[in-house]
Structures are given as C-alpha cells and as structure tokens.
C-alpha cells in the first residue's frame, strides 16, 4: 500500500488528486475507490492507496483515510489572502499551493486531462517557487 496526503477533492464531481509520499506523479483519486466515508476527505488528508494503471496515468484504489488534516485552511469566496493593513499576503506550502491550483484549474475548465493539470502546475509550480510564492515541503 502507497500512502499519500489528498491535494484536492471535489465532492460534488468525486475525484481528486493524492500526492504520494514516494514522490513522483500525482494519483488521480475517484470517489468509488473510496473505502471511507467522502465526507471525511479533503485537502491535507493522509490516505493509504493502491496504486493502479489508469487511461490518463496512476489511478489510486483502495483508498483508506488514515489521518485527518488536524487544520485545513480554507479561503473564503472572495478572499485572495492579503492583508490590507500590512500588504502582505498568505504563503502556501507547496501541497496547499497544489491544491488550490489544480481546484481552479478543474473550475476554469472541466474538461482538462490529468496530464494537462500536471503540466500546467508543474510550470506554475517552477515560477511559485523561484518568486518565494510557497514554502518548499
């Protein structure tokens, strides 16, 4: 069994991304491999998974939550996280940054590929990191 932290989860469309503890390539995650509850998933999330061969790449089944995210930031509607009065904002750690990307890319366009969301925010990724954007985990 794999293990990994969930990088998003969209319960209305049920599936989602898992980032393997192994590293490597992310695992697409859909609610019929789930062998918990959908309501207890969600970003932050570790999870145990097998790991299977899917149309687009590594599909994961089995999926066991093994840990909650004991806090799970979320942004409200509206909120891009700066803070007026200093005129900083909010730095993501790179699982967070991940999320939240692949969630507005899935928003902006449905019908993208797993492989296309990765190309996409590993680039974005690339740039976060050189600008200070995120926090490398």
């Given at each position: 069994?794999?293990?990994?932290?969930?990088?998003?989860?969209?319960?209305?469309?049920?599936?989602?991304?898992?980032?393997?503890?192994?590293?490597?390539?992310?695992?697409?995650?859909?609610?019929?491999?789930?062998?918990?509850?959908?309501?207890?998933?969600?970003?932050?999330?570790?999870?145990?998974?097998?790991?299977?061969?899917?149309?687009?790449?590594?599909?994961?089944?089995?999926?066991?939550?093994?840990?909650?995210?004991?806090?799970?930031?979320?942004?409200?509607?509206?909120?891009?996280?700066?803070?007026?009065?200093d005129g900083f904002c909010d730095v993501l750690d790179l699982v967070d940054f991940r999320g939240t990307l692949t969630e507005l890319l899935l928003?902006?366009?449905?019908?993208?590929?797993?492989?296309?969301?990765?190309?996409?925010?590993?680039?974005?990724?690339?740039?976060?990191?050189?600008?200070?954007?995120?926090?490398?985990?």
């Amino acid at each position: 069994m794999a293990r990994g932290k969930v990088l998003s989860f969209d319960p209305v469309r049920g599936y989602g991304f898992i980032a393997p503890d192994s590293g490597g390539e992310d695992v697409f995650l859909h609610v019929n491999d789930l062998l918990d509850e959908k309501s207890r998933l969600r970003t932050g999330v570790l999870v145990e998974f097998r790991v299977e061969g899917g149309e687009r790449g590594p599909k994961a089944s089995s999926v066991k939550i093994v840990e909650t995210a004991a806090e799970v930031r979320t942004v409200p509607a509206g909120d891009d996280g700066e803070d007026a009065a200093d005129g900083f904002c909010d730095v993501l750690d790179l699982v967070d940054f991940r999320g939240t990307l692949t969630e507005l890319l899935l928003e902006a366009d449905p019908g993208l590929t797993a492989a296309q969301i990765l190309k996409v925010r590993r680039q974005l990724e690339v740039l976060a990191l050189k600008y200070g954007w995120v926090e490398a985990t």
